[in-house]
Each structure stands twice: as structure tokens, then as C-alpha cells.
């Protein structure tokens, strides 16, 4: 396993790569490694000749006054994990070498980044769709792998990868969860047990919701408003955002029908955690 | 000479020629070609073994009252030059394969693109940037040709290929003027005869402008209100800006120093004309 810091490098070896007509399987992370990551990396080494992970925590999508300084950064365990996972290459690059001084260039992927996080989190959407740009031009992917617990997320790249005629090919897996329910997450880690404990009312929601719709339910505000009781229940939770939205233009559904996503966002305590089903 | 108008058949040619590891030259056009554009097409000849030409008239850099229907499209003439000058690929999409209903994502270079010709036309630079970024990804460019004559431009698409990780080479070639000086553009089909003597006015006052530069005269202040005094004894010249300005970060410059453009718009009429010099 190759550990690259220089854009300029990675960039170098992919192009390597390609000339051998090697295919070319990417994994952008954050680090902090979990099982959910691991899935992502499992389905690259299946499907492509190479892989490349990528660990850097983007400045550019935290606002300033999101945990950017606080966010975890095991390096070792990651480079280990990768390793043990048959990754080729490793590209960590620091702020610097992603955005020098002089850096002017963003890229924004309209209305699909104002709704839902984008609403609470501006310019959140800029800074990925920007980084995802920068790394698919430094890293060449044919295929990239991204987790549907950033649902939204996957969308807007998705979009961006037509829009801009990428030819990379944007693979969205599922959510990988603990036992009792909760949604892995690098940011479960700020959770204390008891806080731990209350998070698990997201994915119960969601679980509600399901039932509700198995049985009949197609409005979406009876769905909604179930969920916001059941989650009303817990005096650490705070909602932020409980949606139903088409799951290619996450617009708001009066009614069950179609490919849509159930969404949600809730602050446990200081600790913001997202999560979300889609419904075929 | 293949003309191509899918944009995926064109990046499909494109990774063809990558594969056999040609090198591809690039001259990115909205078509009604002059010596100007020729003169980039020749090096890209020279220079390259694969030479593709786009002809495509950006909507998204047009403003809602600017000249996009009435933009010339002499096709045929251009294709002929194209063939002549030995170009293999015309990449000539319509408006709808490279703006597909749904459309959602733009590229913008900060601070560069609010500037000069920036204020004037909001937006404009927006398209260019977002254009190019298409362009870029379905040509797959080694090198990429701009005339100078789009001074601003050609920084900011420098910018952003160094911003966003492109490996094309951007080379920018010096403006090409008809014999009394005016530069060559294709809004001076625009001109009526009359309006075509008074446009003279722009390259005369960059002239005049060298020339104070070249007997010692470092205040642009000064230099800025000679070019407008002439400028001025033309009725049908309205002056939009004049500006000496720093060649890389697009900064006003009180004193003459390092390499500077001197830039300026002035509307013949209905028409708008720019024009620059590049001091060293």
C-alpha cells in the first residue's frame, strides 16, 4: 500500500493506471474508519484492479462553527484497516496542498444543496461537490463509492458526475448500522453511553415509518408526525429536519409513491446525527 | 475531420486517442472563427498529434438581455476553416446535450469573475468557468488554447484548472489585429462601417498608453485619464472601463510594475468592444 500526500503524485499514479488500462476503484473518506467505510472499500477491491481510499477531512464543507478542529483522526488505525483491506493507495493530502493560497474555484450543484442539511449547513454541499471534483480529477476513478447514510449527498454527486461529464461511475451502498439500529458514524464517537442510548430513536423512527407504510399509510405527514412524536418521547433529542423526498430531486412528497427517501436529522445533545430509508 | 455533436461519442473519441496515448490539442470556440482563432488551431496543430475544435455558442455565459440569439453562426464557413487547417474533431453539441433538463451544477472562480468585465455581465464568467469544466472533461485535453484577447478569461481559466486539478496545459496566444489595429472578433460583424472607423479608438488608445509607459510614466492614473481623454473625442464611444491591472490576480495597480495588462470595454454604439496589452 502507497501512502501519497502530494495531489500532484496521486494524480501522477493514476494516470499510470490508466495508460495500463487498469480500472480505477475510489473511496473519498474523511477517515475515522468504520464498518460503513469498510463495506465501501470491500465493494472497490471487488470490482476494480485498483483502489484508492482517500482520508482528508475537507475543510471546505464544515461552516465555522462545525467540529472541522474536533472531527477524529485516527491515521494509524485507518492506514491500517486499509491495508488489512487490500487497499493500493492511500492519498492524504494536508489543507494546504488542496487549497493553496490563492484558491478561488468552487463548484455548486443548485437547489439540491439548499434543502434538507444544505438549509442548516451553508456551503456544506459547496465544499463537497468542490473537493469531489479536485479528487476525481487528481484520482481518475472509474468507479467511486459512496454510503447512502449521506443520502443527500449521493444525490448531489450524482448529479454533479452527469453535469459535468465525469465518466466515473457513482456507486451508493447501503447503511451500515450497529446491532441495536444506529447508523455508523465517524461522529458517534462525541456520544456518551447515555446519549448513545437516546441516538437509537433515529433509526426507530425510520423503523416506524416503514411499518406505517407497510401497512397502508400513504400520507406523509401522518408518517412525519408519528415520527415526531415517538422522537418527542426522548428530552435529549432535538429534531431538526424529518422529510419525505424524492429520491432523485428531494422534493417534498405529499404522498408515498415512487423511489423516495424518509430523512432525517436530530441533535443528541451537542451531537448532530442524520439518517435516513429509502422506500421503493 | 469527424464532426460530433453527442458529448458522449466525442469523450468516447477522446479516451480512444488517450489509450493510444496521442496527445490532444484543444481550441474551445463559439464558432464565427477569424484569423484569431485560426492562429490557435495552428498551434494546436503544431503541437499536438489529435487537434479538436468545439463550436458551441454558451448559453450559460450569456446574460438575459445580451446577444445570444443574434450571435453570428456561420457554420459551413467554419468547418471549411476548421478542414483546412487540418483539425480532425469538431465537437459541435447543441445547447440541450450539454444542459439536459435537470441541469443543476455551475463552476465559479471567486473574486476574478466579480471583477473588469465581471461587473458588467454577472454571471458571465460563471458560464465560462462551468463550460470549460464540461469541455475539459469530454475533450480530455493535453493542451488548451485561448487568444489573449479574453485577457480575464484566460486568468480565470488558468485559475481554475490549477484549482480544480486539470492537467491540460493552458497556453494563451497573442491577440490578432486587422492592419489598422483593431483586434479581431467575432462581434465586429456588428459594426457598421462608420462604427467599425470609430473602434480604431481602442487599440489607439492602448497604443497611446505604451507609449506614455515606454518615455517613463508610471502613475496609471495618469495613463488611464490620457487613454480616456482620447477615447472621449469619439461621440460614439462610451467608455464601460479602463483598468491597468496586475497579469495574475486581476488587482487595480496605482503604479506600473511586474506584468500588468492594460484592459479596456467601450461600447461602439450597441456594440461592445474589448481590448488589452500585456506590459512586461
Not at 212 to 221: C, N, R, S
Request: aromatic share 8%; net charge positive; glycine share 6%.
Amino acid at each position: 500500500m502507497k501512502i501519497i500526500t502530494n495531489p500532484k503524485i496521486m494524480q501522477l499514479e493514476s494516470f499510470k493506471n490508466k495508460a495500463k488500462h487498469k480500472s480505477i476503484g475510489f473511496v473519498p473518506t474523511m477517515g475515522a474508519l468504520h464498518q460503513g467505510h469498510l463495506s465501501l472499500i470491500h465493494a472497490a477491491r471487488k470490482e476494480n484492479e485498483v483502489v484508492v481510499v482517500s482520508i482528508f477531512v475537507n475543510p471546505a464543507q464544515f461552516g465555522p462553527k462545525e467540529d472541522l478542529k474536533r472531527y477524529p483522526r485516527p491515521v494509524k488505525r485507518d492506514l491500517e484497516l486499509c491495508k488489512n483491506a487490500g487497499v493500493d493507495f492511500i492519498f492524504n493530502p494536508n489543507p494546504n496542498q488542496m487549497y493553496p493560497q490563492g484558491y478561488k474555484t468552487y463548484v455548486s450543484v443548485e437547489q439540491l444543496s439548499q434543502v434538507l442539511c444544505g438549509k442548516s449547513r451553508p456551503g456544506h454541499f459547496r465544499g463537497v461537490a468542490t473537493v469531489i471534483t479536485k479528487l476525481f480529477n487528481i484520482v481518475q476513478p472509474d468507479r467511486a463509492y459512496f454510503g447512502q447514510k449521506d443520502a443527500q449527498q449521493s444525490v448531489i454527486i450524482k448529479r454533479l458526475v452527469e453535469d459535468l461529464n465525469f465518466t466515473a461511475k457513482v456507486k451508493v451502498l447501503p447503511i451500515v448500522r450497529e446491532a441495536q439500529g444506529l447508523a455508523l458514524s465517524s461522529r458517534n464517537s462525541y456520544l456518551s453511553p447515555k446519549e448513545r442510548e437516546v441516538g437509537l430513536v433515529l433509526s426507530r423512527a425510520l423503523k416506524l415509518a416503514k411499518e406505517l407504510i407497510f401497512k397502508g399509510t400513504k400520507d406523509t405527514k401522518k408518517i412525519v408526525s408519528a415520527m415526531r412524536k415517538l422522537i418527542a418521547k426522548e428530552e435529549l433529542a432535538k429534531i431538526e429536519y424529518i422529510e419525505i423526498i424524492d429520491s432523485k430531486n428531494l422534493k417534498y412528497l405529499k404522498r408515498i409513491s415512487g423511489r423516495c427517501f424518509i430523512v432525517l436529522a436530530v441533535w443528541i445533545g451537542k451531537t448532530r446525527l442524520i439518517d435516513n430509508i429509502l422506500i421503493k
